[in-house]
């Protein structure tokens, strides 16, 4: 069983920056893709930005030039770091990895940008 805990959200006014992690418990961390997701009250969850083992990147087109992933593998940790932060950032982010054939997902972290 793999766990999934993220850290880093809160509250910010509009303009400002949060980093976001999320260390998972597996030895094969290094080997696997790593994506953020988000969901808003009232609204689907969405990807917001992925990572693949060999550094990869892709975003939603609604954070590309704000948003940066990031993996430090010695640390089994993925990052988000988010810049230029708006009020419809708002939502529960959700840190999820694909270990040895199975889906994991961590328990969110609350991001609330203030306008």
């Known amino acids: 069983q793999v766990q999934l805990v993220e850290s880093g959200g809160g509250l910010v006014q509009a303009g400002g920056s949060l980093r976001l992690s999320c260390v998972a418990s597996t030895t094969v961390f290094s080997i696997s893709a790593l994506t953020w997701y988000r969901q808003a009250p009232g609204k689907q969850r969405e990807l917001v930005a992925a990572i693949t083992r060999s550094g990869n990147t892709n975003y939603a087109d609604s954070v590309k030039g704000r948003f940066t992933i990031s993996r430090d593998n010695a640390k089994n940790t993925v990052y988000l770091q988010m810049n230029s932060l708006k009020p419809e950032d708002t939502a529960v982010y959700y840190c999820?990895?694909?270990?040895?054939?199975?889906?994991?997902w961590g328990q969110g972290t609350q991001v609330t940008v203030s306008s």
């Open positions: 999820n990895g694909f270990f040895l054939s199975a889906d994991y």
